[in-house]
């Protein structure tokens, strides 16, 4: 099975800020990686597919990149309305797996 | 506009079954790839089973084969779950969602499982 690490576990950041959150694949799995937002109580929404390609309807200032091995989700400007937790997941092989969660609060 | 509505969660004795349904409108049903995804209480999210549009092909997390089964009705726009021999680890929300581009693109908003004596 191929694990999927997600770091930081937690963060803070201030409006207005930028945020990286990276995961990293237990091997290749060249550009098979996605990026969900999911608030509390509520069901995860897609952000980003294919490790760089936005999700119709979602603000510019998320973005991906990488590939094989080691990715990035960033917001550039961090908003009100982004304070929630991020989750990787790689669909190369099944079984699909998720990283653990990347939870943004406010600082 | 896409909706995906399931049901049939509940309290479950360990051991007991439980049947999860997913309603499914504002797209072509039978043309997607389907998927369960679920959630324990506080924890990461955890892909469950996939199944083909046509539902010749099943696929499933190690730790539920042999105890659930993923099945489709085209005919009624509705995607299922089985789940036997249930155990405490299976508490969690069960969410079904749309695999598209090699990505979840849309969720329902989740039936809860409580699998407790």
């Known amino acids: 099975d191929i694990q999927m690490t997600q770091s930081p576990s937690s963060l803070s950041a201030s409006i207005g800020g930028r945020v990286t959150i990276t995961c990293r694949a237990s091997?290749?799995?060249?550009?098979?990686l996605n990026w969900y937002q999911q608030k509390p109580r509520k069901a995860p929404k897609l952000l980003i597919y294919?490790?760089?390609i936005l999700q119709s309807g979602v603000p510019s200032r998320f973005s991906g990149s990488g590939s094989g091995t080691d990715f990035t989700l960033t917001i550039s400007s961090l908003q009100p309305e982004d304070f929630a937790t991020y989750s990787c997941?790689?669909?190369?092989?099944?079984?699909?797996?998720f990283g653990g969660g990347t939870k943004v609060e406010i600082k | 506009e896409v909706q995906l509505v399931e049901s049939g969660g509940g309290l479950v004795q360990p051991g007991g079954s439980l049947r999860l349904s997913c309603a499914a409108s504002?797209?072509?049903?039978?043309?997607?790839?389907m998927t369960w995804v679920r959630q324990a209480p506080g924890k990461g999210l955890e892909w469950v089973a996939n199944?083909?549009?046509?539902?010749?092909?099943?696929f499933y997390v190690d730790s539920v084969k042999g105890r659930f089964t993923i099945s489709r009705d085209n005919a009624k726009n509705s995607l299922y779950l089985q789940m036997n021999s249930l155990r405490a680890e299976d508490t969690a929300v069960y969410y079904c969602?749309?695999?598209?581009?090699?990505?979840?693109?849309?969720w329902g908003q989740g039936t809860l499982v409580t699998v407790s004596s």
């Open positions: 091997q290749s799995i060249n550009s098979y």
């Open positions: 997941q790689q669909s190369y092989s099944t079984p699909l797996t």
């Open positions: 294919a490790a760089s």
């Open positions: 969602a749309i695999l598209l581009n090699y990505a979840l693109d849309y």
């Open positions: 199944i083909k549009p046509d539902g010749s092909e099943k």
């Open positions: 504002g797209f072509t049903f039978s043309t997607y790839w």
